[in-house]
């Protein structure tokens, strides 16, 4: 049973450490087990040092472009090369495999290799809010979230959408529970949606209680909700994407992540012009 | 959840665009995988980006039956990097003389790290397979222990006390060499 114990610990620190936290918290958490714990965590941290590399960009790109021009090809080309296998002449053949490579190249594969940014609009079909499912809130006197960058993902396909928001940084601590901040609004295409996006740049919380600055982690640079949406041409949808701040324990630390349940979608009548 | 509920299986579209959500987070963890087996980057980056390759040609017949898509990845993985082991006709074995670590251009810390490189490599090897397939998928891969499992056909309790094991392995080992 001991074992078991430990080996549970073991196996939730080693997870902490990958996510970011370090092991001196980690053994502050399990004083019982600490002597045993920080030379075995030590262990999984030279292990980690030592082959640890950070693959090169220029062949992370190519391995990317290769990977999108087979799903292009595998997703996309099949069905529509099919028409033309009736055809027997091979310049015809040749001349239409590249005008469909191309047309797959500037259609399928460049959106999802560089989605198209999306311009703001006050007239828009689409506004994107931030609201907050108050959790741990009350812990923090300001707790701002700078967004980067906000995706789109369609249903059933691989287009994605972004745009910049035009308000960047939004207090949490200032849209508890019904309140929510539109922090942008612009045209966007009509059709089904299933996925949002937010990328965070930099999160600052600063405690209610000491005034001490801590520091909030989030499982990835990004938070991600699956949700199906609808945006339409004649009504203006409104997203709003919860965020919610929850304490990882009785460490002082914190996480950032989607509140599902909070989060959606509604329609509303576009005004007549 | 009702599993035989047709309308609950993705369609290939979905997992196409699943596939390519993971290949942003997943192509460095895969790389690292097979770097740990082949001991030779560019080679594991070569045959990370391949992973994904088969994985969207394999897209068809891939059923997310107790495997999420990401352990279904380091299986292939897995596969690919015994197939380049057999082909090269060696058995995680590193090429330490061949091996260049990153770093700054002082002799004595490449040294060093050379040296570092080969005390963790020779305690990995003194590991049975199982348990090197668990350090490696939880430490470079970053799956949980239950995905782990899922791989590996074992509980994830199993998993926990191969991790546990293993670690304390290389603790003996690399502690009594430092």
């Not at chain 1, 640079?221 to 199906?228: E, G, Q």
């Amino acid at each position: 049973m001991m074992t078991e114990d430990f080996d549970r610990i073991l196996d939730e620190c080693i997870d902490r450490i990958s996510r970011g936290d370090n092991v001196a918290d980690c053994l502050s958490d399990y004083p019982a087990y600490s002597e045993k714990l920080g030379p075995l965590l030590q262990s999984m941290l030279d292990v980690q040092k030592t082959y640890t590399f950070a693959p090169s960009a220029d062949t992370k790109r190519a391995a990317r472009q290769k990977f999108y021009a087979t799903l292009g090809k595998q997703g996309r080309m099949t069905p529509v090369l099919s028409l033309f296998r009736v055809i027997p002449r091979s310049a015809v053949w040749a001349t239409t495999a590249v005008l469909v490579l191309a047309i797959v190249g500037a259609l399928v594969i460049e959106p999802v290799l560089n989605p198209p940014t999306l311009v703001p609009s006050p007239e828009g079909n689409f506004a994107f809010l931030i609201s907050d499912e108050p959790n741990d809130i009350g812990d923090f006197e300001s707790l701002n979230v700078t967004i980067s960058r906000v995706g789109l993902q369609a249903a059933g396909s691989l287009k994605r959408l972004e745009f910049t928001p035009e308000t960047r940084t939004v207090d949490l601590t200032q849209l508890h529970g019904e309140e929510s901040q539109e922090i942008w609004r612009g045209n966007v295409l009509a059709g089904q949606y299933s996925q949002v996006y937010i990328y965070v740049s930099e999160v600052t919380g600063k405690l209610e209680s000491t005034g001490q600055i801590v520091d909030v982690k989030l499982p990835s640079s990004k938070l991600h909700i699956s949700m199906p949406f609808e945006v339409t041409t004649d009504s203006v949808t409104s997203f709003t994407f919860d965020i919610t701040v929850v304490a990882t324990g009785n460490n002082g630390k914190y996480i950032l992540k989607p509140q599902i349940g909070e989060s959606g979608a509604r329609q509303e009548q576009k005004p007549l012009e | 959840m009702n599993i035989g509920n047709r309308k609950d299986i993705p369609t290939i579209n979905e997992y196409e665009s699943r596939l390519a959500d993971l290949y942003e987070e997943y192509y460095n963890k895969v790389a690292r995988y097979v770097y740990v087996h082949i001991g030779n980057k560019e080679e594991a980056e070569d045959i990370a980006g391949e992973v994904f390759l088969k994985a969207l040609k394999s897209l068809k017949s891939y059923r997310e039956q107790g495997v999420p898509m990401q352990g279904w990845l380091f299986r292939i993985a897995h596969n690919l990097t015994v197939d380049y082991l057999r082909k090269m006709d060696k058995r995680r074995t590193v090429p330490i003389d061949s091996v260049v670590l990153p770093g700054n251009d002082n002799p004595v810390d490449t040294a060093e790290k050379n040296i570092e490189f080969e005390r963790v490599t020779e305690a990995m090897k003194q590991l049975t397979t199982e348990q090197t397939e668990v350090i490696n998928l939880r430490f470079f891969g970053g799956l949980t222990s239950k995905e782990v499992g899922g791989i590996l056909g074992k509980s994830d309790g199993a998993v926990r006390e191969m991790q546990r094991a293993a670690i304390e392995k290389l603790r003996g080992i690399m502690g009594v060499e430092k």
